[in-house]
């Protein structure tokens, strides 16, 4: 009898977790386990905005694969996902193919730009260690271009951020810790820079309780930022964004909008032929695809139902590790033969967003709301932990984020 | 009677050199003296090329003028240069107007572009602060964006430099070694970066004696540098130079290119009407303009014949020092109503071109050459010399180039 062929395609948060799991739980004569991945790295997605703020160096945020795994467990191919085939049992590669006898789906979101007029041509979104590294530098060369012109621009100066969720909430924050920083290295008063926030909800922080809505936003003011909550983006050009707020239009002279509004799941997902809700697949109990036995789905392309308040769950990193978790312990099962798998349900630990260096806010342990120090604290445990479980102390020493105090 | 109003326009080596020493040698109650620039800082122009490559922080090349000078004995007016009226003996600024008894002109050059096609829009000079970091900043924007583009784009990460003279050398030194810290940074291969340096005359180095051209030619091309030697710069467009060689027409894909092959003194001389050699003013022998009794010039925007050779000598910082020195000793006679003032003679005392941190070619004491760490040091020596003239020990403590080994 052969070893089934495990292939992992996407090596984010639910894709390394699951070939880290694997890797402990299966021996190498159990099954041949591939991982695909586009780049030689692993990134933490939720750190992504800090490194394109500037407030955290991105090789902080990414590691590689194949220091994370043990490649004479686990096949490590770096290529890119042109086409998932799942009645074939294959994945097409730009520079390959691979059939499967299990496949785990561990496939990123896209940015969903709901059709606002110029977004996806003139917006950067926080996607990837690319991504985030350029919208550094093009805020960096902004400065440093405005005192090389005699008509100075503001447009240069004005950063708007696109969403006052999770990300967008997360991202002005660090923006109000680096944009002093920006001031001194290229001579620019700090009064000429605005950080706008725009929110189409009536509220930032959909979702949070309104106590710990109102300290991140007071917070955040008292450092500068801006909220137009309520205001629909209509259009995004080369250098300026239209919003709509109260009936009236207003414009913001700028060249850097990030957009941090919505996401949905992958078109690769979509293309496949697979059931999909928006780009995500409403997966069975079990984390598998409707109809496809074979086919497992963690992270940011899994759809499930939160039976308490019959929404979806959001697609967080805290749910795609578990789920990771939960389809290694699923696909053993497998492998030895056993087909009583297990349901999934998330175990919601806490919610926590930074607002800067050392404040935060959040909930953990169902209702216990925190702020400040203490959140933010909570929010570096939470990440440490993560690292904890992918690579041992080792890697928490050498990525983990052990600066408590500041 | 009162006190002689001097007034200093520009605070490079020649103006600010002549502003300490003037400090030093008279008493408050002898002269009032007034500095002016446009900036609040002083900056070494021959360190720009490290800051402009991203070797060097500019704020290592920057000194605060406050404290260069003692301000209850020099007065210092941040504003900017419109006119200089000789005949009134006035200087117009953005904000004010000046009267002077003597007149110190310690103005830069500017860069001279030869009537080339686009490249005064489309190409950049390492001339200020600000145009310097703007390099920096341009060539990291271009790298980050670089893997963001599905169809790579080869103009981002071809580094043009236009002349081969000092700076440009110089610069592409630098270069050599700034890309693969980049590459490291932006993930972006070795082989795909070329830095390539354009120079019309029939060698590197015009000038230089032959064995230094070679050994810095061979250094640079040891380092990745490519020459093209006797090539004439046609045009310079967004994203494209062309250049004619040997008959023939070539085009680089490039969006960065760095133009040091010419300057010029600076054009508010022409227009003050002052007798002028291609924007410079050939000086008499005590360095006062021809025709103007009470105005001096220092550095750049004067000219000075080398009677050997009955060339004049090239602008550099070591003239432009002596000649602020020798200025300031000749304003003290006239101030102390001796009108018998000396004759300067510029004292050469060697010229080292660096290729990169610790490589470098020159000339000292007449005719010794040196080559690699020897030429180096000197190199660095000198530096420090200048700041040990400017402000003592502890400027050179704290600005100083003080890394010999490396």
């Given at each position: ?47 992504l ?77 926080i ?18 271009k405005y ?9 240069r ?57 109102e ?32 009936e ?18 992958n ?73 009583h ?41 939470i ?9 041992g ?9 052990l600066?408590?105090f500041?």
């Amino acid at each position: 009898m052969n070893n089934p062929n495990i292939v992992i395609i996407g090596a984010g948060y639910g894709g390394i977790m699951t070939a880290v799991k694997l890797q402990k739980s299966l021996n190498v004569n159990e099954a041949n386990i591939t991982l695909v991945n586009k780049h030689s790295y692993h990134y933490q997605t939720t750190w992504l905005h800090e490194n394109a703020a500037g407030t955290l160096h991105h090789d902080r945020t990414r590691m590689q694969i194949n220091d994370l795994i043990d490649t004479s467990k686990i096949n490590f191919v770096q290529d890119t996902v042109t086409k998932v085939q799942p009645d074939d049992k294959k994945v097409l590669l730009e520079n390959g193919e691979l059939s499967y006898d299990y496949l785990v789906v561990g496939l990123g979101f896209e940015a969903a730009t709901f059709g606002i007029q110029g977004l996806k041509e003139n917006a950067f979104t926080i996607s990837s260690i690319n991504s985030a590294r350029l919208i550094r530098q093009h805020i960096e060369y902004n400065f440093a271009k405005y005192n090389n012109e005699a008509d100075k621009k503001e447009e240069r100066l004005n950063l708007v951020v696109g969403g006052a969720g999770f990300t967008g909430i997360e991202f002005v924050g660090e923006l109000a810790n680096r944009v002093p920083e920006l001031c001194k290295e290229y001579d620019v008063p700090r009064e000429k820079v605005r950080i706008i926030n725009v929110e189409a909800a009536p509220t930032a922080l959909p979702g949070f309780d309104p106590e710990l809505v109102e300290y991140a936003m007071n917070s955040l003011e008292a450092r500068g930022v801006e909220f137009k909550i309520g205001a629909m983006i209509k259009e995004v050009t080369e250098d300026k964004l239209i919003f709509e707020k109260d009936e009236k239009r207003e414009e913001i002279s700028t060249n850097t909008v990030v957009w941090a509004a919505g996401v949905q799941g992958n078109s690769l997902i979509v293309d496949a032929g697979f059931e999909t809700n928006r780009g995500r697949i409403p997966v069975r109990g079990d984390l598998r695809a409707p109809n496809y036995d074979d086919v497992f789905v963690v992270g940011d392309c899994a759809l499930i139902m939160n039976e308490e308040t019959e929404r979806p769950y959001p697609p967080t990193a805290q749910i795609a590790i578990q789920q990771a978790e939960h389809t290694a312990e699923n696909l053993k099962k497998l492998v030895q033969g056993n087909n009583h798998l297990e349901s999934f349900t998330p175990e919601i630990q806490g919610t926590v967003a930074s607002l800067g260096h050392n404040d935060a806010i959040g909930v953990v342990f169902d209702d216990k709301k925190l702020f400040g120090w203490s959140a933010s604290a909570m929010k570096k445990l939470i990440d440490n932990r993560y690292l904890l479980k992918l690579g041992g102390i080792g890697l928490v020493l050498k990525k983990g984020k052990l600066n408590f105090f500041k």
